[in-house]
């Protein structure tokens, strides 16, 4: 039978369809495996709900042991409760939970996950309680209903912040049971196909962003990629609408060029596997555009260097056939240097495996070809849902057996707060994977970039902490190394040896940055006090005050501490200036009539500084502060100080040539990091650009309009270079951050008028 593949939703965001080989039937035929290639969940027409019988049918279709009952009462009781509330597209609200539920179906989850999709949001948004949740449909479908649940309707100090803690308690909840995640990620991906409902645009993004940063990389941490590029593309094409466009048009017209290259290289592929004995499905699709931008940002390419446009998939029957298809392929085509990886032998953190290799191929092509089994292939595309179990007194579906999960809670356990944990645990989440090796042999997966800082903090917390060298396929390297995939590492440790706040520098993990930082602030909290302290006697000195630390203390409310030294520490980091308190306790002495206190001095006039505190740690109180030009440091590059007599401190990025000349001069250095913690919403840097574009009408006004498109404002331009048909040009971008800029960057990459863009440095 021949197995096709098309796109069954009509949501404009929705991926690209898959192409796949008409000639399927061998595999399918062959396989001890039922081969089922997930699709998305087919939309009812606008304005028809899913009936209550279909729901029921969908599920006894692959679970015929499922609760019919439980079912019918689930969909009658949502609906029930529900009653005539609207979504902002006009719909019944019961249409919601509805659909959440039936993508569920097409995942083929137990009845449980089903119950639980029709009732996630009726405690949240209607009359029904927990308790009665439990009464009617047993303590399981209870606890899976309380952890979906949103619950938190606390107004914390920021949305930031607010996101922060509703992820933290979404981990808590899915560490008990991995389906309360599979829930949320439907739900989320409802919301998602919606979201042009939504009026607001502002809302809109906010939500696209919530979506890219947290549920498309847990969706893809759960090995749930059909999902995960949902996600992603639908979010894409509200935060970055004209490079997603701009990416979609150019694809558009390497179709047209390529006319039916895909069934061209399908039919090559299968060709030559078949001509050496292999039996092997093949398809071929397109890639997403939000993987193109994104690719295109990681790797600094344009759209033409990139090799895998569209990836070709073979799937065999066996372990053994994989390996023999990739010698086929190997012997038939020229294989490119550098891009081959085998996720068989060292599967992703996800479960995923299979072989990457790229070649010319069949047309002289460059493309990737992935080769991987039956049941590689169905846990490629659905994740942990590949291999549910249905069968009544299953074992629970727990997170903690999964590695990555008990990583971030790991992390949690060590975060000062939700915003640091947020903050690292999008870190973890994001990067790509490098495999090492202990002595042992045994397999630690950790994110490009790690050190053996960030391996020793995989192994355990407590062999991170005692850390003092590493050896690297047996030779002593510096702790701040990049590890290569098939390392073998092994960790020199020292009793009571404490962890270097300098390690967070260039540690990569979520997990070690938030051991180090842990540590670093218990020794950071004692030097902050010490230094808050003189800061604070200083400033009673100055206005003719005794020093009083017991007015001190009844002032400490005031500013949100708990005690005397709470109010140091706030003085000493920088985040409390030392002129507040100090006024708070003289109106203390004042109204409690301590004159007894006041030194005779003779008082004269000063002008106080109201200049805003600048966003560093590690400066030196009371010296004047620049930003270097040659190098433009902004939020996001790593820094250093450096100290000019009569001009103050001027702030560098770590890779500026300008710092080779104080190389000689090491005490005027000074380690500086920006603080995170400050609110620098208002506060703009200038980021210059060199670009290379096209002569022709209209490529300025299209780089302004990407420019201020996406947030940034032109402060000044200049041209360096004219040809006939190329400009060279420096572009001076007022933005927030490194990532701000980065994002242009990438928008500009993506534009055809635009040849190349870089980072101006010197």
Known sequence: MATTRTAQQTDPAAPAPETVAADAAPIAAHSRLEFRVHTSHTKPAPGRIIRQFELVERVKAYDPGADEDALNRAYVFSMKVHGSQLRESGDPYFSHPLEVAAILTDYRLDASSIITALLHDTVEDTVATLEEIEALFGAEIAGLVDGVTKLSRIELQSSHTKQAENFRKLLLAMSEDLRVLLVKLADRLHNMRTLHHVKKPEKRVRIAHETMEIYAPLAERIGMHDMKDELEDMAFAQIHTEARDSILRRLEYLREEGGDLIPQVNEGLKRTLAEEGVDAWVSGREKQPYSVWRKMQRKNLSFEQMSDIVAFRVVVHDLDECYRALGVIHRSYRVVPGLFKDYISTPKQNGYRSIHTVVIGPLKQRIEVQIRTVEMHDVAEN?????????????????????????????????????????????????????????????????????????????????????????????????????????????????????????????????????????????????????????????????????????????????????????????????????????????????????????????AKRQLERDEPIPIRGLIPGMAVHYAGCCTPMPGDRIVGIVSPGKGITIHTIDCESLESFAATPERWIDVTWDKDRDGADETYTGRLNVLVENRPGSLGTIATIIGGNGGNISNLRFTNRQADLFEMTIDVEVQDLKHLTNIVAALRAAREVSTVERARG
């Open 383 to 603: 994740g942990v849902a590949a291999h549910w179990e249905y069968k009544t007194g299953a074992p629970r579906t727990d997170g903690p057996r999964y590695r990555w999960l008990r990583e971030l809670l790991d992390i949690l356990d060590h975060a000062s707060g939700p915003e640091e944990f947020l903050e690292h645990t999008k870190l973890e989440m994001f990067q790509d994977q490098v495999f090492c090796f202990t002595p042992k042999g045994d397999l630690i997966s950790l994110p490009q970039g790690s050190t053996p800082v960030d391996f020793a903090y995989a192994i355990h917390s407590e062999v991170g902490d005692a850390t003092v060298g590493a050896k690297v396929n047996g030779r002593l390297v510096p702790l701040r190394t990049q590890l290569q995939n098939g390392d073998q590492i092994e960790i020199v440790t020292a009793e009571a040896h404490a962890p270097s706040p300098t390690w967070e520098t260039f540690a990569v993990t979520g997990k070690a940055k938030a051991r180090i930082r842990r540590y670093a602030r218990g020794q950071q909290r004692e030097q902050y006090a010490s230094l808050g302290k003189s800061i604070l006697e200083k400033q009673f000195r100055q206005e003719g005050y005794e020093f009083d630390e017991t007015a001190l203390a009844s002032v400490i409310e005031q500013f949100a501490c708990d005690e005397v030294e709470d109010l140091y520490i706030r003085i000493g980091d920088g985040r409390l200036p030392a002129k507040d308190p100090f006024k708070a306790a003289v109106e203390t002495i004042r109204s409690e009539s301590r004159w007894s206190n006041i030194v005779p001095i003779r008082w």
